[in-house]
């Protein structure tokens, strides 16, 4: 299995794309890598949760970053589109935990398009090279 597939693919959000991002194909040693590259990128976290499927590997890797030291939640994702999964369960979290929003930060391994504010990537990809 390849990380990078040139095929036409649907993706989460609805949209196709002419190629896929399939994650799965990491290694555990590739996250435990990102993971480190993605705590450096963000900073201190007390929390970290992953979006089901995709952040779920990478959030639990990510738990030995987390510290006491500060308030902000870590929510992240193997591949963002549009940013939509993540803004949701960062709403659901917010609204179960009464965590304000601006507590709460996003981080994702590769980015389809432009991340919301709250979201930083660590590999984003042109616009310019997508269909969707």
């Known amino acids: 299995m390849n990380l990078f597939q040139l095929e036409e693919t649907k993706l989460h959000s609805g949209r196709v794309s002419s190629f896929k991002i399939e994650c799965d194909a990491l290694t555990t040693q590739d996250i435990e890598c990102l ?15 992953g979006v089901p499927r995709g952040g779920t590997r990478i959030a639990e890797a990510l738990i030995r970053y987390s510290c006491d030291e500060c ?7 193997d591949v963002l589109t549009t940013g939509g999964s993540m803004t949701r ?18 981080a994702v391994l590769f980015a389809r398009g432009k991340c919301p504010d709250w979201i930083r990537a660590l590999n984003p990809l042109p616009e310019e090279l997508f269909e969707c």
């Open 35 to 49: 993971a480190w590259l993605v705590s450096r990128m963000v900073g201190k976290f007390r929390s970290v949760v």
């Open 71 to 77: 308030d902000t939640r870590l929510i992240v994702d």
């Open 89 to 106: 369960l960062r709403d659901k979290l917010s609204a179960e935990s009464k965590t304000p929003f601006y507590l709460y930060r996003g």
